[in-house]
DNA sequence: CTGAAAGCGCTTACAG
DNA sequence: CTGAAAGCGCTTACAG
């Protein structure tokens, strides 16, 4: 393999001046420049990144925590983060914890040791408790996509979870409904409670018997959760799912239960995901501005960071947007 | 930051010798190791991963290039991939090429500079142009995931895409459907031949009008291909589509059509995807073995490289499965 | 504009 | 079982 030793030896220069001009920080006379790019050229030499990253102290990679990849949110998340990424030249070591506490905990030690320049750890209640491992760490940390019992100790860019439910819940009281019903899956308890503040306004009260709770944002746990509902409470003219999947099972119980949406029954999710889109008849949802959320995480992760006379940790948080379609309508 | 010599100077010993206890691979006298443990955890010492790179020439990551992980086939791969990784204690470097030839080329270009010990590359057209970017990088490549125009010149894992079309062709076949169109979109004209094979076996011949475009697979393609499917050839008793979304989208297009799955009409998708459990009925697919094609395409690149003397080059081709369920039925 | 020197923090033979 | 030395391939002041 050629260093950059051997460039310079060809190029009849010293190995800092091969130096000089790959890092362009320093003037080069043009003839020698051409000489040395001219035995670059020929040597087929590449600098080698893992020296310079040891003189330098910057590997230009950051690393990335996400529960997964296959759900639409988090793979979203993983490109944005990719693309502001790229428009800073830092590339991408990525983790998922898949819901495994000891796993999360074996990759955050594993990252530990100055192998990324930052870290982004997207919302997981299976890393929480790893956290501490991070006390030692060289590089600066942020949070993002944090739902619940958010840390204090970290800087965190997340989302307004519970207006996401708010804004679900106005729709539906816009639209007249009056006796809704929630599909939730547990670790949505926030997006639940947004939903109920938008009755309480008017005086209206989501009883606890309204909601039905599905072990996990599926398909099938939406179906089932639906069916549930219905029976519960027949007269229930509109269904809040704390996540699209949810509500594209709660489309098919709709279905199979002889209610027309949104003439009958109108239903209205979270996340607007190609779940969502996919649906008949097209999702109404809230929309969670990742990509944005993406970015702000990102450049706060990428900032300067020997000003970090910063007194306070920051915390921003990202309004979401409700996206009408098809599958809500005035309640009969 | 504390170093290793730190840590050697408060235990009394040398840095050779904590590197000793660290690495584990020397014999040290317990009472010393302990002194030296003690040290490292009063320090909250933290090997630098940097510099035993350098020292030691291996980055113990693995880069992998994909067009996306918005997919489900690709996100299960990078889940997949993940899992083989961390058996062999690797980290995953991720890019993903979005489509994009000149990003690819860039993030190829960003890699070959030994950050990585090995790169694996799933199919993609964009990258296809930059290989040669590669000819001078100090680690071993892999394709995978690769469909049509494998290159020569790199070891390939990849599944048998002709046979996936060929089961599919089977399938409908044997349930007694003559009459047959197929939603197809560019990319996947090896599918296509294999879907046709298995009617040539019986001389029956899938003429090129039965086949209709759409430009990628996606939801509305598959709704769009179909009404023209069944438009052109009304008699039609079966489709295949070369990706399920497709496939989902053509179940749309029947329902709008009158057509009833699969009393009225069987269809037929590939890649077992969650959009083809999701859809009712249920889809029929030819599942693709992608965690497989991970396993043994990570343990292609991480095995032994010193034993290169290898006369071949590896070229493997896994088999795909059908999976039955509600969408196919015999021809009326 | 170019060269000599020191150093980034480890690991790897090699002596003792 | 432990220590002294060299080296991995760069970058960064600092002289000239």
New interface residues.
């Given amino acids: 393999?050629v260093t950059m030793q051997d460039v310079a030896e060809r190029a009849g220069v010293t190995k800092q001046t091969v130096s000089n001009v790959i890092s362009g920080r320093v003037a080069v006379r043009p003839s020698t420049e051409a000489r040395v790019r001219a035995a670059i050229d020929e040597l087929?030499y590449?600098?080698?990144?893992?020296?310079r990253?040891?003189a330098t102290g910057n590997?230009r990679?950051v690393g990335l925590f996400v529960p997964?990849?296959?759900t639409?949110f988090y793979?979203?998340l993983?490109?944005a983060v990719?693309d502001v990424l790229?428009e800073h030249g830092h590339?991408?070591?990525?983790?998922?914890t898949?819901r495994d506490g000891e796993?999360a905990r074996?990759?955050l030690a594993?990252?530990?040791?100055?192998?990324v320049d930052a870290l982004l750890i997207a919302g997981d209640q299976d890393l929480i408790d790893h956290l501490p491992l991070l006390?030692?760490?060289?590089f600066p940390v942020v949070l993002c996509a944090w739902e619940t019992d958010v840390p204090e100790r970290y800087p965190v860019v997340t989302i307004d979870y519970d207006h996401s439910g708010y804004l679900a819940g106005r729709h539906l009281r816009e639209l007249g409904h009056e006796r809704v019903a929630v599909l939730a899956s547990p670790a949505h308890s926030v997006r639940v409670e947004g939903f109920r503040r938008a009755f309480a306004v008017d005086g209206v009260t989501v009883p606890d018997r309204a909601v039905h709770m599905a072990p996990e944002p599926s398909?099938r746990g939406g179906i089932a959760a639906a069916h549930a509902a219905l029976a519960a409470a027949p007269g229930t003219t509109a269904l809040f799912a704390t996540h699209d999947v949810l509500a594209?099972g709660a489309l098919?119980a709709a279905?199979e239960a002889g209610r027309s949406v949104p003439r009958g029954l109108s239903v209205v999710g979270l996340d607007d995901s190609p779940?969502g889109?996919?649906s008949?008849p097209a999702l109404t949802s809230v929309a969670l501005p990742k990509r944005e959320m993406a970015r702000q995480a990102i450049e706060l992760l990428l900032r300067d960071r020997t000003a970090s006379g910063s007194p306070a940790i920051p915390r921003r948080l990202l309004r979401p947007e409700l996206v009408v379609r098809d599958s809500t309508g005035p309640a009969a």
């Fill in positions: 393999m087929g590449l600098p080698n990144l893992v020296a990253s040891l590997t990679t997964t990849v296959v639409a793979a979203d993983v490109e990719e790229e590339h991408l070591l990525l983790c998922t898949r796993r074996r990759h594993g990252l530990t040791s100055r192998s006390s030692h760490a060289r398909f594209a098919v279905r779940e889109l996919l008949r």
